[in-house]
């Protein structure tokens, strides 16, 4: 994943413009593992706190952390503010 913020903004996007406004709710996966299919390119806590930024940044009604052998990186998922502290 080359570009993860631009990559979750822009797919979460075009999902919210293709879709009625207010009708449908997106919640994207984030991936959190190595790109084994392709240039074997690692995935950290920097590139899932940006693609958790990008996602809410788009408007998307929150996100899942995707790990197919369910080891998730813990430090990327910092305690964030409650909804009233924002």
């Known amino acids: 994943m080359a570009h993860p913020y631009e990559e979750v903004l822009e797919t979460v996007r075009r999902i919210r ?8 709710r997106v919640r994207p996966w984030i991936q959190d593992f190595a790109d084994y299919a392709f240039d074997r390119r690692q995935v950290g806590a920097a590139e899932i706190r940006s693609q958790v930024k990008a996602a809410d940044d788009a408007g ?3 996100w899942m952390l995707w790990n197919p052998r369910t080891r998730y990186t813990t430090e990327a998922l910092a305690a964030r503010p409650a909804s009233s502290e924002r």
Not at 17 to 24: D, L, Q, V
């Open 17 to 24: 413009e293709r879709c009625a406004p207010g009708t449908t």
């Open 60 to 62: 998307a009604a929150g």
